[in-house]
């Protein structure tokens, strides 16, 4: 199994944070078992992640901090997490364009279907 | 992207987009079958419904890919469809939902290809002219259909009395198709039947007293027959008789289980409305749609106290039946008095019974600027179409001459306005500048000849507007390179606007992407462009029952007449160097002597 710690431009300052602060990041791990380690701030994009991570009761997600998809490739994945943080760029006003090739939008559809959003 | 505002901004929104870019972008994704099997169906549908608004469905051959995971296809109005299409169509598993509305390439030997789909639940055939009885005929082995909409076929009275083996009908849409009265008697057994549309058939007085044998129907539309006598129908809550003749409706008062709560009778004429109404339980009337019809007065309103949409638009109503709607005004939401002999006074006569009126149209009135202090007293109005009045945006003080207040500004005290028409309208000079005070407007209509660069330049304050109409105006072209849009402003109508160059027109445009400019210079007008202050009518008023009803619009006016022709040249030049901003009064000056040279 391979750890692939991901985020968009600015994968050292996720690890220095990984570091100090545990519980800031999750691990996304996808059908091929890559995982993914990005700021929990930005996985709360997704309603799906959302609900699982926060909701209470003790689901494995949200001790553990992390999610597997095993019906997500870990290219569809890998798109998503840079959705991620697009839209939270997006939302602090970094106006740029997301994207999407069309080879894979039949897939990525899908999956941000399923993960709402 | 058209019609998917689900979808729009999410990641799913912007994979449509991207799906549907281009047809190379199709071209790439369309060949991955087992994914789009997979697709859940609303997502599939949006796809297809993109691609198909986008026209980059270049082959029927492409439909096949979308065969197990579609339910609802949406074609109308494209008339390259036909037979091979619907042979595709005819191989989808799962649809449930079927638009072919407008489409004139379908024919009755394509319709062959929907035979026996057992899915089907709803299909529309509106105005495909082409298709008669034989094609009706492969429709009726769908047993599975509950909506079916064939108004404007090619269908006789046989035809219709086919359709009564579709047991599982609610809605049947035969508007404009010569639906006799055996044919109607015919289609009695459709006992599931809640909506039927018989606008222009052929149903007399007798044939319609078959209606009480639908137990379920509440939909009913009669426009444009011959029916005079409506019997009793107990379950109907929605009633369509415009243009017909009525001489009685008979409701049975008390009738606790459906009453009556829509009535629209367009250009009808009642032999005695007053009887007619007297014997209808109306007490629970919400909407009313009374326009160019024969009534003049008002007494049966005082029945209606739940009455929310009132349409008078072109009656003979006056002053007098204005308190009859002020009595039944408490949760009156619409009203429309255009065309009406209603005045100023009439309006005052509302002031503090209309409470919860939002909407309120009185164009082609001869009310005046006494009627804008009334209206500032309606605390809940949103919309206010004053066009084509007597209103001049000023008023003096209890006729000292000297005191002039500017009527407009009072309006500032309604918070919730958005939308304002004082398109040709008396307004003039300072009477503008009061425009500025209402920053609360959405939409604001304005077509006047006095209308120049100073009164534009006033308006940049209000910062709420989205829509701007600046319509035969004299603006220059300085005057609009000048303009500060207010930020919210998205469309921005110049029409008529004779001054204006094209090239100055196309500048603006590239300096303001974001606001859509209508202007003769550059290009088609279309048609509809025009969102109409009051425009949010009757809904089920559709616009074939409408035909004929629609003043022949201005807006259809593409042409574009050159006002530079009244001018003689020595004018023009002298228009061309006088002052900008005092063009107004100058303008005032020039224009009557440019008329009297032609």
Request: with cysteine; proline share 3%; aromatic share 8%.
């Amino acid at each position: 199994m391979k750890l692939v710690s991901f985020a968009v431009g600015r994968s050292t300052c996720v690890q220095q944070r990984s570091r100090t602060m545990e519980g800031e990041t999750v691990k996304l791990i996808s059908a091929e078992g890559f995982e993914f380690v990005i700021d929990k701030k930005a996985a709360m994009v997704s309603q799906t992640i959302r609900n699982m991570l926060t909701s209470p009761g003790g689901f494995a997600e949200s001790q553990l901090g992390q999610v597997t998809f095993p019906e997500i490739s870990t290219p569809i994945l890998e798109k998503i997490c840079q959705y991620f943080y697009w839209s939270l760029d997006y939302a602090s006003g970094k106006e740029t364009e997301f994207h999407i090739e069309p080879e894979i939008t039949l897939e990525l559809m899908m999956a941000a279907n399923y993960l709402h959003t | 992207m058209d019609g998917d505002g689900e979808f729009v901004g999410g990641l799913v929104g912007k994979c449509i987009e991207a799906a549907s870019a281009s047809a190379r972008s199709v071209e790439k994704w369309r060949r991955q079958r087992r994914t789009l099997e997979h697709l859940p169906s609303f997502l599939a549908d949006a796809l297809l419904r993109c691609i198909i608004r986008r026209r980059l469905l270049r082959y029927p051959s492409w439909l096949e890919t979308f065969k197990n995971s579609v339910e609802n296809v949406d074609l109308r109005g494209e008339n390259y469809v036909g037979a091979e299409w619907l042979a595709y169509l005819g191989a989808f598993r799962f649809l449930r939902c079927l638009n072919l509305a407008d489409c004139k390439g379908v024919n009755n030997s394509a319709l062959w290809f929907l035979a026996g789909m057992d899915s089907l639940k709803e299909l529309d055939l509106s105005r495909c002219s082409k298709v008669s009885d034989s094609g009706i005929k492969h429709v009726l082995s769908i047993h599975s259909l509950e909506k079916l909409h064939i108004s404007e076929i090619g269908l006789t009275s046989e035809g219709v009395s086919l359709l009564s083996s579709l047991q599982n009908l609610k809605l049947l849409d035969l508007g404009g198709i010569p639906v006799t009265d055996k044919a109607l008697c015919s289609l009695q057994v459709l006992t599931k039947l809640d909506y039927l549309d018989l606008w222009g058939s052929k149903i007399s007085n007798k044939g319609v007293t078959i209606l009480v044998m639908f137990p379920k129907l509440n939909f009913l539309n009669l426009a444009w027959t011959n029916v005079t006598k409506l019997p009793y129908l107990p379950s109907i809550t929605s009633l369509n008789m415009s243009n017909c003749m009525i001489s009685s409706i008979y409701y049975a008062k008390n009738s606790m289980n459906s009453p009556l709560s829509e009535l629209l009778v367009l250009g009808t004429t009642f032999t005695d409305a007053d009887e007619v109404f007297s014997c209808m339980d109306i007490s629970y009337m919400k909407l009313l749609d009374v326009s160019r019809s024969s009534i003049c007065n008002l007494h049966f309103l005082v029945k209606m106290d739940m009455i929310e949409h009132l349409d008078l638009s072109f009656c003979g109503i006056t002053d007098d039946s204005v308190e009859y709607i002020a009595k039944a005004g408490k949760s009156l939401k619409y009203l429309n008095a255009s065309n009406t002999k209603l005045t100023s006074d009439g309006v005052g006569a509302l002031v503090g019974r209309l409470i919860n009126l939002e909407t309120l149209c009185l164009s082609n009135t001869d009310i005046n600027d006494a009627a804008l202090s009334y209206i500032a007293l309606m605390p809940s109005l949103r919309v206010t179409d004053l066009s084509h009045t007597k209103i001049k945006g000023f008023a003096y003080e209890s006729g000292h001459h000297v005191e002039k207040s500017f009527s407009l500004s009072l309006l500032q005290n309604l918070s919730r306005l958005e939308s304002l028409n004082l398109e040709d309208t008396l307004i003039k000079d300072e009477a503008f500048v009061s425009l500025a005070f209402l920053k609360q407007l959405r939409c604001l209509y304005l077509k006047s000849d006095f209308l120049s660069d100073v009164y534009l330049h006033n308006l940049s304050p209000l910062s709420n507007l989205k829509f701007l109409g600046f319509r035969n105006s004299v603006l220059t072209d300085t005057g609009l390179l000048y303009f500060m849009p207010p930020k919210a402003l998205r469309m921005l109508d110049l029409r008529g606007s004779w001054l204006l160059t094209k090239d100055t027109v196309l500048s603006f445009c590239k300096q303001y992407p974001q606001i859509e400019v209508t202007h003769e210079s550059i290009g088609m007008i279309r048609p509809d462009r025009n969102i109409s202050a009051c425009s949010s009518g009757t809904s089920q008023t559709s616009e074939a029952r409408c035909k004929g009803f629609n003043k022949p619009s201005e807006n259809c006016k593409v042409t574009f007449i050159d006002e530079r022709i009244k001018y003689s040249r020595e004018e023009m030049l002298q228009l061309q160097l006088s002052p900008l901003s005092t063009l107004a009064p100058h303008h005032r000056h020039m224009l009557p002597k440019g008329l009297r040279l032609e």
